[in-house]
């Protein structure tokens, strides 16, 4: 009985953590980035919300192919591959003279479209689009290289009007070449949240089996 009862404190204690995280990711993400907050005077002060996600496929802009993901794979020497960045304003005001800057990794060399792009005006609720085509460079086949070449985008802007431009957010994909890759690295922040969790369930348990033991 002492170890049934030992064993649910547990496994309810990781759940609380879970719930509780996807909770208040959820808060964060659908209720608190789209909100204005009074103040004093009878003014409204609201949040400025910038989502940038970065996309890419094999192919050129306008090919019959629309399938944009966060990787591609087995990319052929001079076979031309497109990204895609896609910049949201999901706040409640809108955005004003924004940057998209794009590093281009070392390997790929740009056929078409431009690295950085200037968004005077992003009316909130809207959304635009960037697109550059690129191609592995020849010498990497040539030396015989099998890399996954990640690929960065940002925004930037001036959140804090104090005349510097800052990351508000950012995203990759990744370009495989070569016969011998095995594995895609790891894109996002997927790995961050996993540790998070683990960190705080091992946290949990550690507590209740010391409360139990004592």
Do not use: Q, W
């Not at 740009?110 to 085509?133: H, M, P, Q, R």
């Not at 290289?145 to 950012?170: F, M, P, Q, Y």
């Amino acid at each position: 009985m002492f170890k049934v009862n030992n064993l649910r404190f547990v496994l309810s204690s990781i759940a609380f953590v879970i719930a509780s995280f996807v909770a208040m990711y959820a808060i964060n993400r659908f209720v608190f980035a789209n909100s204005c907050e009074p103040t004093y005077g009878g003014g409204l002060e609201c949040e400025e919300g910038f989502n940038l996600v970065k996309e890419v496929k094999r192919g050129k802009i306008g090919d019959e192919s629309d399938d944009y993901d966060k990787s591609v794979e087995g990319v052929k020497k001079g076979e031309i591959v497109t990204f895609r960045i896609t910049v949201e304003n999901t706040g409640e005001i809108d955005g004003e003279d924004l940057v998209m800057e794009d590093n281009l990794p070392e390997h790929l060399d740009k056929t078409f479209g431009a690295l950085t792009g200037d968004i005077e005006v992003l009316d909130n609720g809207d959304s635009i689009e960037f697109f550059i085509e690129a191609k592995v460079k020849d010498s990497e086949f040539e030396a015989g290289v099998s890399r996954c070449a990640i690929n960065e985008a940002r925004l930037k802007g001036d959140l804090n009007e104090d005349g510097n431009k800052e990351t508000i957010d950012s995203d990759t994909a990744v370009v495989c070449y070569g016969d011998n890759v095995t594995e895609l690295p790891k894109t996002g922040n997927e790995d961050v949240v996993i540790y998070t969790l683990y960190g705080l369930g091992m946290i949990i348990v550690g507590l209740g089996i010391k409360r139990f033991t004592a």
